[in-house]
């Protein structure tokens, strides 16, 4: 009943931008903290940008910031990521994943996955190719 479903992967060449959409159904997102992560071949998961509950703290990964941006639209039980002049070292599967704001210090500590998110979604590949 618990789900959260990643949208809007693709294929895009250096430089364009994507969309990535998580939705969630069979609970409501209000009280969750939500983190986008990425893993590429060969490397270990990795956190990219996490929001709190509100949306009013959030966090990048250093190589991600001034082109990646979180938001979340809580009324449509969404959240998203907006990824702009994207690089080929940007290629990997994006997984959203949600854990509740209460078990968490800070969206510092949720990207760093500790403690690790309790609900993940499938994956969604992005290759960004030259």
């Known amino acids: 009943q618990l789900q959260l479903v990643e949208s809007g992967g693709g294929l895009v060449q250096p430089g364009g931008s994507l969309r990535l959409s998580c939705a969630a159904s069979?609970?409501?997102?209000?009280?969750?903290?939500i983190g986008w992560f990425r893993q590429a071949p060969g490397k270990e998961r990795e956190g990219v940008s996490c929001?709190?509950?509100?949306?009013?703290?959030?966090t990048y990964a250093d190589s991600v910031k001034g082109r990646f941006t979180i938001s979340r639209d809580n009324v449509k039980n969404t959240v998203y990521l907006q990824m702009n002049s994207l690089k080929p070292e940007d290629t990997a599967v994006y997984y959203c994943?949600?854990?509740?704001?209460?078990?968490?210090?800070?969206?510092?500590?949720?990207?760093?996955?500790?403690?690790?998110?309790?609900?993940w979604g499938q994956g969604t590949q992005v290759t960004v190719s030259s």
């Open positions: 929001i709190s509950d509100s949306g009013g703290s959030t």
């Open positions: 994943a949600a854990e509740v704001q209460i078990r968490i210090t800070t969206v510092q500590a949720m990207c760093n996955m500790k403690p690790r998110p309790d609900y």
């Open positions: 069979g609970f409501s997102l209000d009280y969750y903290a």
